[in-house]
């Protein structure tokens, strides 16, 4: 690595981050703390321009960091291709969604082109994003080399370091949560661990860049399918007559051999609807076997909409309503609490099926901004009025900042997804 020796001990490179989004951005700030010159790429104008003026569109970033990390002179956020040139390390930090059901790779593959041009002797390419074992090597590496004239692994070092962010979580961030680090061969995993060291307190390398992708995919399957297993049983507790979370609770007391999960209106955000079907895409793909754990809970956890919109219309049938006409509130709209992120959250699709019943849907969110629902469905403010004329509130997403006493005092009926509310009008799931 051609960087910048100080100290003796510490190697401070030119990185670049390709992707400033909920990855890739606290990987930059975090480069910037620690002393590199971080280029932060990204094609999104809106964002880059954010960043440019001190915005952060980041949760767990304030503005204050970002305006910190300018202020060093050692940021630029750009999206400019050109200033990428003489990095040392290139973080890929891009989406991987699903198309029609497939892993679309076509960020990693345009960020790959993107970067490819850039790429000397010496430098350290790292593919961040959740993908399935053996993109890096058979996606990734071909479309760098074909792009540099260069060979990954002898004269470039490449590697893959699942990302492992969990917005809102204040003891584990990322420069406390151990990282995984691979490399195409050995002098690559050590490249990408030297990189890493720098930012994180313990880094983690495995055998393989397919050791390194499958883990990612290991650990956000073993949350989908525990959730899946939480919110089967949830429902089968509710027909026996039995307080799940009480059940979950007790549990919990045994101080070895289980971990507690809990029920809720289904999954979000960008990791859990999505990591397992790479997955299952994967082992199909080349084994030609299913994924029976994967599809089991991807079954059950995308039911669960459906299954909140069934009991409230259960709720609402012993109070002699009809959803046809009910006022709906819905309480939280991200996928996540004290989050804004609405990325494939369930409540577009509680919405949604509120609506297609006749039900006369209003929301409310502080933290999400975008609205990622129908129109139909008004944005309001949790006032009194709002409580007093739901027929029922929906509290789909726990946000600390609700006035949850206002809301137990003026609702007739809460059906709380979350087991947060405590009140004669409050069914849990
Ligand atoms: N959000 C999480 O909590 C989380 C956690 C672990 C892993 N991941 C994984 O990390 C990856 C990124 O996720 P994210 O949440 O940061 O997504 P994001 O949408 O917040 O950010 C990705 C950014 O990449 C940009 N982009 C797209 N193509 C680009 C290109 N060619 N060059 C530069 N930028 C480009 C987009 O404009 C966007 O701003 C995904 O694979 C995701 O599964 C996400």
Redesign the pocket.
Known sequence: MGGLVTGGCRVLDRLVV???????LPLAMRAVEVGFDVVG????DV?IGGLARGRTHVDDISDADVVAALATGRYLPTMAICDMAAFDVAVI????PLLEGAPDLS?IQ??GQ?VAGHVRRGCTVVL???TYPGTTEEVLAPILERGSGLTAGRDFHLGYSP???D?GNRTWNFRTTPKVVSGVNETSCQAVQQFYDQLVLCTVPVRGTREAELTKLLENTFRHVNIALVNELAQHSFALGIDIWEVISAASSKPFGFMPFYPGPGVG???LPI?PSYLSWKIERQLGNTSRFVEIANDINEHMPAYVVQRVMLGLNQRHKPVNGSRVLILGLAYKQNSSDARETPARQVVEQFLALGADVVVHDTHVDRHPLDDRAARVPLTTEQLTNADVVVLVTDHDDVDYGAVTEHASYVFDTRNRLRADCVEHM
């Open positions: 390709l992707g400033q989004g909920y990855v890739g790429f990204d094609l999104d964002k930090a891009v989406p991987t960020f345009s960020a993107m961040e994003s959740t990302e492992r962010v917005p955000g960008h990791c990591d």
